[in-house]
């Protein structure tokens, strides 16, 4: 349902270096690049990057990427610890959600939640 995500970010450089890693993990990267903008995407640009418009401390976001399976996502965390994420929970299943969730989340330059999830069976 969801056609594109922009967040805005108070070091947009120390952001795309986070992202570039991260998102390489799960087989996406940057595919358009603007002074006011950056998206990443696999097929098109649907999560994007801009500059922060006010000082001050954001809201906190969560942001959950797909992950075509669990190799994913711990090479999603993997890639986060090597760029320097504060890990929130490390690589596991969720029961709590459902069955097969598998997912490890982490925080980004700018303190948002950022998760990858695999839905399938382990």
């Known amino acids: 349902m969801l056609d594109h995500l ?3 970010v ?6 795309m ?21 950056v998206g990443y995407g696999s ?5 994007w ?3 922060a418009s006010a000082d001050g401390a954001g809201q906190e976001s969560h942001i959950a990427f797909t992950a075509p399976d669990r190799a994913a ?4 965390h993997d890639a986060a610890v090597a760029a320097g994420a504060q ?10 959600y459902h069955a097969d969730y598998f997912g490890a989340f982490v925080r980004d330059p700018d303190g948002n939640n950022v998760e990858a999830v695999c839905h399938a069976p382990g």
């Open 6 to 8: 922009g967040i805005q």
């Open 10 to 15: 108070r070091d947009l450089d120390a952001s």
């Open 17 to 37: 270096t986070f992202y570039d890693a991260i998102l390489a993990a799960l087989g996406a990267g940057r595919m358009l690049q603007y002074p006011e903008a």
């Open 43 to 47: 097929n098109k640009p649907d999560f």
């Open 49 to 51: 990057l801009s500059p």
């Open 73 to 76: 996502v711990r090479a999603f």
């Open 87 to 96: 890990v929130l929970h490390e690589p596991r299943v969720w029961p709590e």
